[in-house]
């Protein structure tokens, strides 16, 4: 059986280029020849000088030293993996259109060229049994893709099932939830809180019971709210979903980055993956609502996660909208931004329903 070789990118190569690792490339294939050093007739010096680069052309070069066909055969028991394709991620001459829709991608010719994932099968699998590197997966998954049906991410249906969501469930799920959450403050900040509004049925002669200044100090905990989801937006964004520079070189980890947020630069046009499935929001608001209760009174938290929730419902039915709607003006230049983070520069844009706080932390994308 052949030996399964890991891809690498140049960047990769040229990052091992000491003598304690010291790797090179020829033919496209990456060599580590760290343990060859101190044997090699010409002294480890000669190799050094070459290392994290191409060296076809110096092998062959005869004012150097022209190798045998012997030393070819002994660089062949250091090969450790091969180069992938080296595309562009940073597209400046991309610009977005109102009615842009990108060529379908052949799924057998890009896996041929890339041999990065093979759209014919599931996904998930593919990354977890990668033999590619971090830097390739991230050069890879930033470069999108399109199909007409919505690629599979599992095998079995009960788990692929889990991965793709309508855009109205989003607001259907967590609409009620954050109203529930409003009433409940105002409530709250009237005195003890109701019996009835634990029951399913909210009588609606009972709102008339919550003093003026109640709704205002409630409203003002939702205006908060929002505010502080606009922060979280841009955060998540950036520094969890987009968390490329850290995030640990190992299958594990890559697979985790392609489930939260790399599934949807692969395949960004992907209709059943465009809001989050309710269990993985779910999961991600869980710390900050907790963090919320405990930084203040019950009363203003419910009122500040009510309002976060409301943008975040805002968020990503206008995150559907600005891939596959027509939409009026303001809408229209956020979807130019937005998609300018897809297909222009993956490392600026962070934001979805506002650029204040890429215009505050200097991460405009121009478009």
């Known amino acids: 059986m052949s030996k399964r070789l890991h891809i690498y990118t140049i960047e990769d190569v040229a990052a091992h280029n000491t003598e304690t ?24 010096d000669y190799i050094l000088q070459y290392a994290g680069q191409d060296i076809k052309e110096i092998m062959k070069n005869p004012e150097q030293h022209e190798h045998s066909s012997s030393a070819y055969d002994m660089l062949e028991e ?12 940073v597209r400046d001459d991309w610009e977005a259109t109102d009615d842009f829709h990108p060529d379908n991608t052949d799924s057998a010719t890009d896996f041929e060229k890339n041999m990065f994932l093979d759209l014919r099968k599931p996904l998930i699998r593919q990354v977890w049994e ?16 399109h199909l007409v049906e919505p690629a599979r991410l599992f095998g079995p249906d009960i788990l692929e099932v889990t991965t793709r969501t309508v855009w109205y469930v989003v607001p259907i799920f967590w609409g009620p939830i954050a109203a529930y959450l ?10 003890p809180l109701p019996s009835f509004l634990s029951k399913p049925a909210l009588p609606m002669d009972s709102l008339s019971i919550i003093p003026s200044h109640s709704w205002i100090q409630t409203m003002i905990c939702f205006f908060v709210g929002n505010i502080v989801w606009t922060i979280l937006e841009y955060g998540m964004h950036r520094f969890l979903f987009h968390i490329d520079e850290w995030l640990p070189d190992t299958p594990v980890f890559l697979t985790l980055h392609f489930l939260m947020h790399g599934i949807h630069h692969y395949l960004p046009m992907d209709r059943l993956r465009l809001v989050m499935p309710p269990v993985l929001f779910a999961i991600l608001q869980a710390p900050f609502t907790r963090l919320a209760h405990i930084l203040f009174p019950t009363a203003v938290a419910n009122g500040i996660i009510a309002g976060s929730f409301t943008f975040y419902i805002l968020y990503d039915c206008m995150h559907y909208a600005l891939h596959h709607t027509r939409l009026p003006a303001y809408l229209r230049e956020m979807k130019k931004y937005h998609l300018a983070h897809h297909y222009k520069n993956f490392e600026l844009g962070f934001g979805v329903t506002s650029k204040i706080w890429d215009v505050i932390f200097n991460t405009v994308l121009p478009v």
């Open 21 to 44: 690792s010291c790797w090179v490339i020829s033919n496209s294939k990456v060599y580590d020849v760290t343990a060859f050093l101190r044997d090699h007739p010409g002294g480890e």
């Open 78 to 89: 250091y090969v450790i993996g091969r180069l992938g394709t080296d595309e562009t991620i």
């Open 130 to 145: 990668s033999n590619f590197s971090k830097s390739y997966y991230l050069k890879q998954v930033h470069q999108p893709r």
């Open 182 to 191: 409003f009433l409940r403050s105002a409530f709250q900040f009237t005195g």
